[in-house]
């Protein structure tokens, strides 16, 4: 343990940092990839029934449980878990929610590092000459190691390596830089998403379309929107829609907790919870709804996006159709595009970073510059397999385990911790302290029963699935 030297600068840089943390690649890439896949409107329910019974009392939980362990002077999730119970296994339980942490950076920072190169590509108009099927090609080509055709040699490696130099460089920082990185991002970002959301609207039946007649950017919208109840006793949508809320919320691994250790003892954590939660759905379910899905929809038809939903679209298909616009409106829509991709990734890389850091600080002694290098470097070396091997589904198997299955076992042992062994009287003093708002009573008891069995419901149930 150390002095804590640092806080936050200012509540408007925490809330954006902290918004900024969950605003990421998911909503932007998961979201309507896993909405699709699990069935549209069927995905909607489960989603928003989640993200009101474990998302925002989760957030109560890892907010508070932050700042109650930045109290004792500790920085990193271990050491935070270890104030609330005696035994050694919560420490080890934090150690757990650092290493997916790490997992979830290395892959996450592959992506992250696409969207500078894609916007490197956007501004040098390398897209404007390019059919569809090139522009797919272009990111196969850039995905396969190995092959040069897509201007810079090993480009995928060049740029995961100055994507992790950029994350490593401002997390050696310290708060300061994530906080500016957020005060600039976050408002670029909101500015991007609604342009391209606007447009994604506007497309709507007037054939926008020389590619398909048909097609229908209000087709995407209803599918997404309107609910189906048919696969609601379906544990594995149960799974899929806990496991986004819980990937777009960055809760289950630790993440908000080192965050919130750098607020002050009286600070509120109950409104801040709830603004950064709130800003992270706005986020999700309005932008991440409006842009790829009813674009894509709007040009190819909902067919088309049914049969081809996956995490390529983004890349693959978003070019092309921005080529619709004219060459220079392209070159600005893949600005906005992958810029806004950019800026959600590296303010929720950067958080992926603090837990690692501040466990090292808190065992190591060691220097938030020590700290950032070596997360940096391990990053790099877990992350090579999926730079590699992305074409063989390296990828996917990260995701699942790292980016899924982990979050709901780390929030459901969480959950328990605050619940049943530090005890609900004193955690709901906890989340309560300092409070700016009145929370309901309601989800006292949430958290106490509903949350932690449903958690573990889902996790009993989705046990089939993970075989
Ligand atoms: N919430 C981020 C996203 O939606 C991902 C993330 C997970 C960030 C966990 C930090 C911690 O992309």
Redesign the pocket.
């Known amino acids: 343990m150390s002095g804590k030297a640092e806080s936050w600068g200012s509540r408007v840089g925490l809330i954006l940092a902290m918004a900024g943390?969950?605003?990421?690649?998911?909503?932007f890439l998961r979201f309507p990839v896993q909405a699709v896949e699990n069935g549209g409107g069927a995905f909607i329910i489960p989603y928003l029934v989640c993200f009101v019974v474990m998302g925002i009392p989760l957030l109560f939980i890892e907010w508070s449980t932050g700042r109650y362990g930045g109290r004792y002077g500790n920085h990193s999730t271990p050491y935070i878990l270890d104030t609330m119970a005696k035994g050694r296994i919560w420490k080890y339980i934090g150690v757990f929610g650092i290493f997916t942490?790490i997992a979830?950076a290395s892959y996450y920072c592959y992506i992250e590092s696409w969207t500078m190169s894609y916007v490197y590509h956007s501004v040098r108009g390398t897209f404007s000459t390019m059919n569809q099927a090139e522009i797919a090609g272009f990111f196969n080509d850039y995905t396969t190691i190995g092959k040069s055709t897509t201007g810079i040699p090993y480009e995928a490696i060049v740029f995961y390596i100055l994507c992790l130099l950029l994350n490593t460089f401002i997390l050696s920082k310290g708060l300061k830089g994530i906080e500016r990185v957020a005060k600039i991002g976050i408002p670029l970002l909101l500015v991007f998403g609604a342009i391209l959301a606007i447009r994604g609207l506007t497309l709507g039946t007037d054939g926008a379309s020389d590619l398909f007649p048909d097609a229908n950017a209000w087709d995407g919208l209803n599918f997404l929107w309107t609910p189906q109840y048919d696969s609601l006793a379906n544990p594995k949508v149960w799974l899929a829609a806990a496991g986004q809320i819980f990937?777009?919320?960055?809760v289950g691994?630790g993440?908000i907790h080192c965050y919130a250790a750098y607020l002050k003892s009286k600070d509120d954590v109950a409104l801040n919870a709830v603004s950064a939660g709130f800003m992270n759905e706005f986020v999700e379910v309005v932008l991440g709804s409006l842009i790829v899905i009813p674009i894509a929809a709007g040009y190819l038809g909902l067919d088309w996006v049914l049969q081809n939903a996956g995490f390529g679209m983004a890349f693959q298909t978003m070019p092309y159709l921005f080529q619709q616009w004219g060459e220079t409106l392209a070159i600005f829509a893949g600005i906005f595009w992958f810029g806004l991709l950019f800026f959600a990734g590296i303010t929720?890389s950067l958080?992926?970073g603090t837990p690692w850091m501040g466990f090292m600080r808190d065992e190591f002694n060691w220097s938030g510059k020590k700290g950032a290098w070596s997360f940096g470097l391990i990053a790099l070396i877990m992350g090579l397999p999926t730079v590699f091997f992305f074409q063989q589904g390296v990828f996917d198997e990260y995701d699942y385990w790292a980016g899924t299955v982990s979050l709901v076992v780390f929030a459901f042992l969480e959950t328990v911790l605050f619940s049943w062994i530090f005890g609900i009287k004193k955690g709901w003093a906890e989340i309560n302290m300092g409070a700016d708002i009145k929370v309901p009573i309601f989800f006292k008891y949430l958290i106490l029963v509903v949350t932690p069995l449903l958690l573990g419901w889902v996790l009993v149930a989705s046990l089939p699935d993970m075989a």
Do not use: D, H, Q, Y
């Not at 943390?21 to 909503?27: Q, S, Y």
């Open positions: 943390n969950a605003v990421g690649l998911g909503n942490n979830v990937f777009t919320l960055s691994m993440t929720s958080a992926m």
